[in-house]
Nanobody
Framework: QVQLAESGGGLVQTGGSLRLSCAVS????????MGWFRQAPGKERQFVAA????????YYGDFVKGRFTISRDNAKNTAYLQMNNLTSEDTAVYYC????????????????WGQGTQVTVSS
């Protein structure tokens, strides 16, 4: 059974930085795309970033505007999301997702999901 475990969330002041991690277990190889989504209270889940297999291409939501960087360490089966210049608008639960093959599968019906990690940005 594939499991995703996020870590690295927390409380940070406006303008600060956080680095989220997502460790994948239960699946050998790295033939899956990985991504990050977020959901703020009362809002729909929003795409943040994705990285392809094996990590040559990255994609970001429009709101990121160069502040976030997604990366992956295939040897560790782990993806990261470096978030800089955070604002209160970035406060949300951040979810890691993974799906076999093309990164578009992250938006399909059956990606694997982590349990989420809370990011709170105080003004």
């Amino acid at each position: 059974q594939v499991q995703l475990a996020e870590s690295g969330g927390g409380l940070v002041q406006t303008g600060g930085s956080l680095r989220l991690s997502c460790a994948v277990s239960g699946r050998t190889g790295n033939d899956y795309a990985m991504g990050w989504f977020r959901q703020a209270p009362g809002k729909e889940r929003q795409f943040v970033a994705a990285i392809t297999v094996p990590g040559d291409n990255t994609y970001y939501g429009d709101f990121v505007k160069g502040r976030f960087t997604i990366s992956r360490d295939n040897a560790k089966n782990t993806a990261y999301l470096q978030m800089n210049n955070l604002t209160s608008e970035d406060t949300a639960v951040y979810y890691c997702a993974a799906a076999p093959g093309h990164w578009g599968a992250l938006f399909g019906p059956n990606p694997w999901w982590g349990q989420g990690t809370q990011v709170t940005v105080s003004s």
